[in-house]
């Protein structure tokens, strides 16, 4: 079949992406599911920085690529042997495909799959195939989901089925953003209730870490970004404290307003520096999550001493420690209860032709979550 995708052939072209276009948007060959795999019509896929990471190089990927990894849609067909998924169902694509039978799978901790993880690097599906192509070149999929595409083809353990109620432009921020960000609180760090926490970075994952806080009752909550309207979103999504972080250290001013230091800091920018504020800002003790993905030349250095002598804990956060199959329906749950304003995260929707305008906009810090609706 012929589907719409938008398709990056080169990374680090030159900003703004509204001239350069890093997007081609083309007509390209979409094969039938093959055995295990998934033909799913792709309703809505979210703009992330880890989309942004693949196109300004931070992040290599094989190219020719067909990008997007958080996205939700509607199974269209089946390919043999799948099980647990019917026609019509409403699904939420999890980055991490999860084979079920390696290591990390079998100690319950499939966002570290080592057939997931392989595979991705790849770009091919857990099955190993490629279904993309473009004058019969194969085209990769970007973590298994390649969302930025009308339809897409996908293994079956990278799809969770979820109620058909949820508007599908808010379900596709649960595959990233949600797992990712709340993950990290409620699954990577266990913060507990009258804990104190500190988030660095506002972006969609770090803003969905301060409602994950909210959620575990931790107090106080302070949120550092250098851009003022993320700083209002924070306040408003329940962060009791805010913190400008142009304006001197940040890290201590944590300290301060904390009385040396957190219990818990998550870095969610992707920026060593802010790796290192969030280290700072933690106290004797306490334990730093690193949620982010620097470029992997980047280096972290720590005053190595501290690691023992303060008793401190350095934690590395993979898709929020989820497994997708358990996460999902229960932060679905608390999206319909009331309690995960995840709604509040979307900034725009805009269509598949638009694209390089929304990754100039993500670049820029304009928004927060933008959502192709193809």
């Not at 290599?60 to 042997?81: D, F, N, S, Y």
């Amino acid at each position: 079949m012929k589907t719409q995708s938008a398709v990056l052939f080169e990374m680090s072209k030159p900003r703004p992406y509204t001239e350069s276009k890093p997007l081609q948007v083309l007509e390209v060959d979409l094969e039938e599911p093959g055995p295990g795999e998934v033909l799913v019509e792709v309703k809505a896929a979210g703009l992330c920085h880890s989309d942004l990471s693949a196109i300004d190089g931070t992040r290599p990927w094989p190219l020719p690529l067909v990008l997007g990894h958080e996205a939700a849609g509607v199974v269209r067909a089946l390919g043999p042997g799948v099980r647990g998924l019917a026609e019509g169902d409403h699904v939420v694509f999890s980055f991490v495909p999860m084979c079920g039978a390696c290591r990390f799978c079998a100690q319950g901790r499939p966002y570290l799959c080592e057939r997931g993880i392989q595979a991705n690097r790849e770009g091919k599906l857990l099955t190993g195939s490629r279904r993309f192509s473009l004058e019969g070149k194969p085209l990769h999929h970007h973590l298994g989901v390649a969302g930025f595409s009308r339809y897409t083809v996908a293994a079956q353990e990278s799809l969770v089925p979820i109620p058909r109620e949820i508007p599908l432009e808010i379900a596709a921020l649960f595959g990233c953003a949600i797992a990712t960000g709340v993950g990290a609180v409620v699954n990577t760090a266990r913060v507990g209730e009258g804990t104190s926490v500190a988030i660095f970075g506002l972006g969609g994952v770090g803003l969905a870490a301060v409602m994950g806080a909210v959620l575990a009752g931790a107090y106080p909550i302070v949120a550092v970004d250098l851009l003022p309207h993320k700083l209002e979103l924070a306040r408003s999504l329940g962060a009791t404290h805010v913190l400008d972080a142009r304006e001197g250290d940040a890290a201590e001013a944590v300290r301060e307003l904390t009385e040396g230091g957190v219990d818990y800091a998550f870095e969610t920018a992707g920026s060593v520096e802010a790796m290192l504020l969030a280290y700072r800002a933690t106290r004797r003790g306490g334990v730093t999550v690193t949620v982010g993905l620097p470029h992997p030349e980047r280096a972290l250095s720590l005053q190595a001493v501290s690691l023992t002598a303060e008793e401190r804990t350095l934690k590395g956060s993979y898709m929020g420690s989820s497994n997708p199959r358990r996460d999902l329906p229960r932060f679905l749950a608390l999206y319909r209860a009331g309690r995960l304003p995840v709604d509040r995260l979307l900034s725009r929707t805009l269509r598949l032709e638009e694209i390089n305008e929304g990754f100039e906009r993500l670049a820029q810090g304009e928004v927060v979550r933008q959502v192709v609706v193809p």
